[in-house]
């Protein structure tokens, strides 16, 4: 199927054939100038119905019956083509593509999201509000339309890739966010970015620990965590809490009330002395250990597995209501 863009051409470069055939084909059988000719050419061929400029002889009759002809279609056919282009090619969003990218380019200091997911829209969000410029990079089509009702400045693209970064403008920017699904591929974002330009802010994210090193490694000015950033909020509200007190967190998928609970462990408890991954907390009871307030004040936010525990220790735990309540029965 032809191109509308193409066909446009096309169809354009018939109708001036036509109209050049008529200008040349007047001059020839009526003996018109130049000026003359391509005027009663015009409104042959768009049948305006204006008067002609001479009389015509019978040679100039039967050559503007021709000319009605083969103009008026190649004209009708001109302007299909041109409307197809214009609303199905998507010509005026070519030209609002345009628009948006002289704006990127236009940016100085600016801030650049590398995903759009849960946490870059809340951050883009926040930049909206307080006016800040920037530009999300994010490579979901399904989000184009969004940006573009929201008025955002975007590219789209894979963040990963030089091509893309320099789109969204990096060496004139910031701040890079890198928030994009995987360690990995925030990991491969920030060297790249860091390649580019390499006096950028650069905030990516982690899910994991062990990838908080290497995004560091990489090059990242500083790695956040929203799981340890979860847990520290949890963790605050938890210990404002009274010993056995719950801090309902909502309900799991199977309709079940889920809680985050501050337990103290007594000195008979079975899990005295013992590390938290020795007591089988996750596998066996079905809880898991958030946070620990030792005896002498200590916080331990997400303690390691070996962490021992000891009688008097305020253990933070989360699970469903009834299995912490099994294990607040054993400590």
Not at 54 to 68: C, N, R, V
Not at 140 to 168: M, P, Q, R, W
Not at 246 to 267: A, M, Q, W
Request: glycine share 10%; net charge negative; hydrophobic share 45%.
């Amino acid at each position: 199927m032809l191109h509308p863009m193409r066909g446009a051409i096309i169809a354009f470069s018939i109708l001036v054939f036509w109209t050049l055939f008529g200008v040349v084909g007047f001059m020839l059988i009526e003996g018109w100038g130049f000026l003359d000719s391509l005027y009663m050419t015009v409104i042959t061929i768009s049948t305006v119905g204006f008067g002609t400029v001479h009389e015509f002889t019978d040679g100039g009759k039967a050559f503007s019956i021709i000319l009605i002809i083969g103009g008026w279609a190649s004209s009708v056919n001109a302007l299909a083509w041109f409307g197809q282009m214009l609303f199905e090619d998507g010509f005026f969003d070519i030209v609002g593509d345009k628009k948006r990218r002289k704006k990127i380019m236009e940016l100085e200091n600016h801030y650049i999201v590398c995903g759009f997911g849960r946490m870059g829209k809340g951050i883009v969000e926040g930049l909206k509000e307080k006016g800040e410029p920037f530009v999300v990079l994010d490579n979901e089509l399904s989000n184009i339309e969004h940006f573009k009702s929201e008025n955002i400045l975007y590219v789209t693209g894979d963040a990963t890739t030089e091509d893309s970064l320099i789109d969204a403008g990096i060496n004139k920017a910031k701040v890079l966010l890198a928030l994009l699904p995987s360690d990995a591929d925030n990991l491969y974002l920030t060297i790249a970015a860091k390649e580019v330009n390499p006096k950028i802010y650069l905030i990516a994210r982690s899910l994991y620990e062990v990838a908080e090193k290497r995004l560091k490694k990489g090059g990242a000015d500083l790695v956040i965590s929203p799981y340890k950033i979860a847990s520290h909020h949890a963790l605050h509200a938890a210990f404002s809490l009274s010993p056995g007190m719950n801090l309902e967190l909502g309900k799991s998928s199977f309709g079940v009330p889920v809680s985050i609970r501050e337990v103290e462990v007594d000195h008979k408890s079975q899990f005295v002395e013992k590390s938290i991954i020795d007591s089988n907390f996750k596998s066996k009871h079905g809880v898991l250990v958030i946070g620990i307030k030792k005896d002498d004040g200590e916080v331990q936010i997400n303690p390691d597995p070996s962490t021992i525990i000891h009688a008097g220790d305020m253990l933070v735990l989360t699970g469903e209501n009834d299995d912490i309540s099994k294990v607040q029965a054993l400590c």
